[in-house]
Structure formats: C-alpha cells, structure tokens
C-alpha cells in the first residue's frame, strides 16, 4: 500500500467531520490536477421533474463556525440553473480529480448567499467576467455571437472605467449537505467508498462504508 493510500484509508477511518477530508483532498488536487481543481458538476431538477447537470467552479468552502456551513457557487438567477435552484432548494454536486483517483458527491439543501457576501465576491472577478455578467441573458436564446458581443459593447461603455455593481439578477448559492460521499479508486475495482449522512443539518454525522 503507497503513502497516498495509507492517508486515505486514515482519514476515512478516522475523521468525524467530510469536510476535513474534503479540504484535504481539493489543496492536494490545486498541485496535481492540470486543469481546475475548483470545478464541480451541479445537478438539479427541472419543473417537469427532469433532470440537469453542468460544471461550474466552486467560489468557496465554509469554515465550522459557519452556522449553515456548505459549498458556494455563484450564477445568473434568471438562467437554468438559478430559477431551478430557487424552486427546489435542492441540489447534488460531484467533484472528480482524476488525477488522484478521487470523487466526492454531494447532496444537500440549497439557499441563496447574503448580499454583502455576493457583492464581496463579484468586486474580486475580473472586468470584463464582471461586464459579461450584466450581458448575459444566461440560458435564454441568443440570435448571433455579434449580438452578445454588441451587449458587452456597450455596457463596457456604460461602465467605462468606474465601478461595475453586481448585477441584481447575479447572485450566489449555497449548497449545505445533508449527504457527503468520498471515494477513492483502488486497484480492481475495489474502491474505499464512504458516505456521511443527516437528517438535518443541525444534526451531527452517521458515518458508512458501502460496497464500492
């Protein structure tokens, strides 16, 4: 058994909160995953009960003084997505860094973040991701590139060189699980899966191994 597979077995066996795990393996993955460690897959369901999955970059990992501690994403509110999320109020997300052999799955209830932590984390993206945000009818038909391109014209005109608010349509979420899986590939098809659940997240973890 390599070093790497002696961590792994430890953490599963011995930690009592996912989330330790879970920032352990994405800092191990910010130095071997050549692309973005940070993207995740986000699932969520339709009004018609059918349902979507895409990737988007996970913006942040709350800390344990968090009261609804979880994994933040941010997007358009009026896209896909963001009217299915506020619908539901439910989500799943799956983290795959195939450079360690690893998968985390999560699944879990989802709330809109605050506005001043929005606000915080658009003033940080660049201009023109900034721009882009106010001119992107996200999820909508779009009749030409060179329409979008006039869009980003002309409001990177509005701006100039000023400020540029966060839109009231661009916001973030948050997803706070009631279901953390980890898994690590082994040799064979004999994989280490374990899950963590609760009924509610005011409530401590049951720990599981499953079948792989």
Not at 169 to 184: D, N
Request: hydrophobic share 40%; no cysteine; aromatic share 10%.
């Amino acid at each position: 058994m390599s070093e790497q597979e002696t961590d792994t077995e430890q953490g599963f066996a011995e930690a009592e909160d996912p989330f330790a795990v879970f920032e352990a393996w994405l800092l191990e993955a910010t130095t071997t995953e050549n692309n973005d460690p940070t993207a995740m897959a986000v699932a969520t369901v339709d009004p018609d009960g059918l349902p979507n999955v895409r990737m988007v970059l996970l913006k942040g990992v709350d800390g344990p003084q968090h009261p609804g501690r979880g994994f933040v994403f941010y997007t358009n509110l009026e896209s896909a997505k963001g009217q299915e999320l506020a619908v539901s109020g439910k989500a799943a997300l799956l983290f795959h860094w195939k450079s360690l052999r690893r998968q985390v799955r999560v699944r879990g209830l989802v709330t809109r973040v605050g506005a001043e932590e929005a606000d915080h984390y658009f003033a940080t993206r660049p201009r023109l991701s900034r721009i882009g945000a106010w001119a992107s009818d996200q999820s909508r038909p779009l009749e030409s590139r060179l329409a979008f391109e006039k869009k980003i014209a002309q409001y990177t005109a509005k701006f100039g060189i000023g400020e540029i608010p966060r839109p009231p349509h661009w916001s973030g979420f948050r997803v706070t699980p009631l279901e953390i899986e980890l898994w690590h590939d082994r040799p064979f098809r004999l994989h280490d899966r374990v899950v963590f659940r609760r009924a509610d997240v005011s409530l401590p973890w049951s720990k599981a191994r499953l079948y792989p």
